[in-house]
């Protein structure tokens, strides 16, 4: 489809799912996401899909872990502290290797928090999320046409290498309206061919076992290298990463999703006053584009992080850059985003310009 | 020679970890007879709990899953909701479908979630060593009510079959035990009801199987079996509770 539409965020990364072949949907309603349930109640049935509302997160999750277990492209979607009910049954999902996507559309947190944007869970998205060592494949789209495109590529990490994935999205990314193209065609699911761990009808094979524990000494520790493995393999080939105007630059502004839409805006203002300044903004913040910092930090000695929590993403970056640069930060939570103007006047603060 | 009698293709041939006079083995063979029997061996999926039945996947000769504890209803919705064509099983515990997962249990009956449900209840908490269970008896002793369970301090032990049958989507809901042969073979044909029914599209159905648990009831075998018919059938009466509702005079006259 190459005409422009117009959509909310939550209801154009629902439509990307199905367009990306999501057929089976569980979730349970919290706000500010529950477009995207609403919007696979009717739209599901309508391409011969399964929508459950769930009695809990928690069963929503395991609903996944069964259909997936069974080859379906799977989804479920939620917001922070749903998202936190989900963490045992991803962390299930990922010692079966089980191919999951989902959805957090964050708001404030700690605890309820509040239902206004936030980037409150940057460590919870990048670090696995629930208990045991794993990675999952993590996605932050900064706009509307991204929330929409992005969900294939997830579906595609995670079919390749047998992890879950996900966007990290926030409340504002789920709630505006804009334009947006889709720039796939619709996967034709039946195409798809059967992978060879998929539950079912085993005729002419020998019977599977999905699960994710295994008893025996030593068995674990294999099983978390091989693991290991796959991570190295998803950092090796799967960095998707946005670099702007680095080359000339005194100071990088850098942020992920929604902060990352501001920083561009900031870099803006900059330039027009004759302050060099750059933007690195990581779309897949795990794996985190490590060596596009390095290599960038080589160069320039300032980069100010922008980030809409207390300081969890300035860890990458830190982790990234080693100490090759003095790096400050902007912090807003839950609910603060920042605007243009005041990170300009943090670069000027910085820069001594006045 | 002719053969009169052969052990089941429906389980692996492998030792079983189930402790000298538990149920667990018991049940295990009736399923695993009624796969067969229905020719489903190869479109049955197995779902193995958090407990003493973990290892069920290792043992039934079918596809199996194992997943979190108590949410065996929830992935067993995902799996038939994906595979009408399979025979979806959630094998559970008392612990697992009573206690932690609970909710996924009554939420799946009352969609009437078209699975079956082998719930063994054993009124013990087994894989961790013998703690207090939903429905452990009162006066029963565990090691988290070493006095025995008291109302007071505990409440009072669940009542599955009887909770369920409150609910439009359960259809057929019966208790059975395998502390003797009679009983043994009542089980069998009550999962193969549930089995059928499943199969037939008709909702949910479970089976709740009072099983005996020696090692944790620091009985004897022997001791254990007396437990279950002089304790357990008192207080979880044998039976069927809920059933297909029985045909019209003017419908039977039709047949």
């Given at each position: 489809?190459?005409?422009?539409?117009?959509?909310?965020?939550?209801?154009?990364?629902?439509?990307?799912?199905?367009?990306?072949?999501?057929?089976?949907?569980?979730?349970?309603?919290?706000?500010?996401?529950?477009?995207?349930?609403?919007?696979?109640?009717?739209?599901?049935?309508?391409?011969?899909?399964?929508?459950?509302?769930?009695?809990?997160?928690?069963?929503?999750?395991?609903?996944?872990?069964?259909?997936?277990?069974?080859?379906?492209?799977?989804?479920?979607?939620?917001?922070?502290?749903?998202?936190?009910?989900?963490?045992?049954?991803?962390?299930?999902?990922?010692?079966?290797?089980?191919?999951?996507?989902?959805?957090?559309?964050?708001?404030?947190?700690?605890?309820?928090?509040?239902?206004?944007?936030?980037?409150?869970?940057?460590?919870?998205?990048?670090?696995?999320?629930?208990?045991?060592?794993?990675?999952?494949?993590?996605?932050?789209?900064?706009?509307?046409?991204?929330?929409?495109?992005?969900?294939?590529?997830?579906?595609?990490?995670?079919?390749?290498?047998?992890?879950?994935?996900?966007?990290?999205?926030?409340?504002?990314?789920?709630?505006?309206?804009?334009?947006?193209?889709?720039?796939?065609?619709?996967?034709?699911?039946?195409?798809?061919?059967?992978?060879?761990?998929?539950?079912?009808?085993?005729?002419?094979?020998?019977?599977?076992?999905?699960?994710?524990?295994?008893?025996?000494?030593?068995?674990?520790?294999?099983?978390?290298?091989?693991?290991?493995?796959?991570?190295?393999e998803v950092k090796a080939n799967e960095v998707i990463c946005e670099t702007i105007e680095t080359d000339d630059a005194e100071l990088v502004l850098t942020g992920y999703g929604t902060s990352a839409r501001v920083c561009k805006s900031a870099m803006a203002l900059a330039r027009k006053e004759g302050i060099k300044v750059g933007v690195i903004r990581p779309i897949t913040i795990w794996p985190f584009p490590?060596?596009?910092?390095?290599?960038?930090?080589?160069?320039?000695?300032?980069?100010?992080?922008?980030?809409?929590?207390?300081?969890?993403?300035?860890?990458?970056?830190?982790?990234?850059?080693?100490?090759?640069?003095?790096?400050?930060?902007?912090?807003?939570?839950?609910?603060?985003?920042?605007?243009?103007?005041?990170?300009?006047?943090?670069?000027?603060?910085?820069?001594?310009?006045? | 020679?002719?053969?009169?009698?052969?052990?089941?293709?429906?389980?692996?041939?492998?030792?079983?970890?189930?402790?000298?006079?538990?149920?667990?083995?018991?049940?295990?063979?009736?399923?695993?007879?009624?796969?067969?029997?229905?020719?489903?061996?190869?479109?049955?999926?197995?779902?193995?709990?958090?407990?003493?039945?973990?290892?069920?996947?290792?043992?039934?000769?079918?596809?199996?899953?194992?997943?979190?504890?108590?949410?065996?209803?929830?992935?067993?919705?995902?799996?038939k909701r994906i595979k009408p064509e399979c025979l979806v099983i959630s094998y559970q515990g008392d612990g697992d479908l009573a206690s932690i997962g609970m909710a996924e249990t009554i939420h799946a009956a009352n969609r009437a979630e078209n699975i079956s449900i082998i719930f063994i209840n054993n009124a013990i908490y087994g894989m961790t060593g013998g703690q207090m269970a939903p429905t452990t008896?009162?006066?029963?002793?565990?090691?988290?009510?070493?006095?025995?369970?008291?109302?007071?301090?505990?409440?009072?032990?669940?009542?599955?079959?009887?909770?369920?049958?409150?609910?439009?989507?359960?259809?057929?809901?019966?208790?059975?035990?395998?502390?003797?042969?009679?009983?043994?073979?009542?089980?069998?044909?009550?999962?193969?009801?549930?089995?059928?029914?499943?199969?037939?599209?008709?909702?949910?159905?479970?089976?709740?199987?009072?099983?005996?648990?020696?090692?944790?009831?620091?009985?004897?075998?022997?001791?254990?079996?007396?437990?279950?018919?002089?304790?357990?059938?008192?207080?979880?009466?044998?039976?069927?509770?809920?059933?297909?509702?029985?045909?019209?005079?003017?419908?039977?006259?039709?047949?």
């Amino acid at each position: 489809m190459a005409e422009k539409t117009l959509m909310k965020g939550n209801e154009a990364l629902a439509e990307g799912a199905v367009r990306a072949g999501c057929r089976f949907f569980a979730g349970y309603p919290i706000t500010p996401q529950n477009e995207i349930p609403e919007y696979m109640s009717w739209r599901l049935p309508e391409m011969g899909g399964t929508f459950i509302q769930a009695e809990s997160e928690v069963a929503a999750i395991n609903m996944l872990f069964g259909a997936s277990a069974c080859g379906a492209r799977v989804m479920t979607s939620s917001s922070g502290p749903g998202i936190s009910l989900k963490q045992e049954g991803i962390s299930y999902c990922a010692g079966a290797r089980l191919p999951i996507f989902y959805a957090n559309v964050v708001r404030g947190g700690p605890g309820l928090g509040n239902i206004a944007p936030s980037q409150g869970d940057y460590y919870q998205a990048t670090r696995g999320g629930g208990h045991g060592d794993y990675r999952v494949f993590v996605m932050a789209p900064g706009s509307v046409s991204e929330m929409a495109n992005f969900p294939r590529k997830c579906y595609e990490v995670a079919f390749k290498y047998r992890i879950p994935s996900m966007i990290l999205a926030d409340g504002l990314l789920g709630q505006m309206m804009e334009p947006l193209e889709f720039d796939f065609e619709p996967v034709d699911t039946s195409t798809i061919p059967e992978p060879d761990w998929v539950l079912g009808v085993n005729e002419g094979r020998k019977r599977r076992v999905v699960r994710s524990y295994d008893l025996a000494p030593g068995k674990m520790e294999e099983f978390n290298l091989e693991l290991d493995s796959i991570h190295s393999e998803v950092k090796a080939n799967e960095v998707i990463c946005e670099t702007i105007e680095t080359d000339d630059a005194e100071l990088v502004l850098t942020g992920y999703g929604t902060s990352a839409r501001v920083c561009k805006s900031a870099m803006a203002l900059a330039r027009k006053e004759g302050i060099k300044v750059g933007v690195i903004r990581p779309i897949t913040i795990w794996p985190f584009p490590e060596k596009i910092f390095s290599e960038i930090a080589d160069k320039v000695k300032n980069f100010l992080v922008v980030e809409m929590s207390l300081g969890q993403y300035i860890d990458d970056v830190k982790l990234s850059i080693l100490g090759k640069a003095k790096i400050d930060l902007h912090k807003r939570p839950a609910g603060g985003i920042p605007v243009a103007e005041e990170i300009l006047g943090v670069i000027k603060q910085i820069l001594g310009k006045s | 020679m002719k053969k009169v009698f052969e052990r089941t293709k429906g389980l692996v041939d492998i030792p079983m970890r189930y402790c000298p006079g538990c149920g667990h083995g018991v049940v295990h063979r009736l399923v695993a007879e009624v796969i067969e029997e229905m020719g489903m061996l190869k479109k049955a999926i197995l779902i193995a709990p958090v407990g003493c039945s973990v290892f069920a996947d290792e043992y039934f000769n079918t596809d199996a899953i194992q997943g979190a504890h108590g949410r065996g209803p929830a992935i067993a919705t995902g799996l038939k909701r994906i595979k009408p064509e399979c025979l979806v099983i959630s094998y559970q515990g008392d612990g697992d479908l009573a206690s932690i997962g609970m909710a996924e249990t009554i939420h799946a009956a009352n969609r009437a979630e078209n699975i079956s449900i082998i719930f063994i209840n054993n009124a013990i908490y087994g894989m961790t060593g013998g703690q207090m269970a939903p429905t452990t008896l009162l006066g029963m002793k565990s090691t988290t009510c070493p006095a025995g369970r008291s109302v007071d301090v505990n409440g009072y032990p669940f009542k599955m079959c009887e909770l369920l049958a409150t609910l439009d989507g359960a259809y057929y809901l019966e208790r059975t035990s395998v502390h003797a042969p009679a009983n043994v073979i009542k089980t069998k044909k009550a999962i193969k009801k549930a089995f059928t029914y499943q199969m037939e599209g008709r909702g949910f159905t479970m089976v709740e199987i009072l099983s005996q648990c020696p090692t944790d009831w620091n009985l004897t075998p022997l001791q254990a079996i007396e437990r279950v018919k002089n304790e357990m059938i008192s207080y979880f009466p044998l039976g069927v509770f809920k059933a297909p509702p029985k045909p019209t005079k003017q419908e039977t006259v039709k047949v």
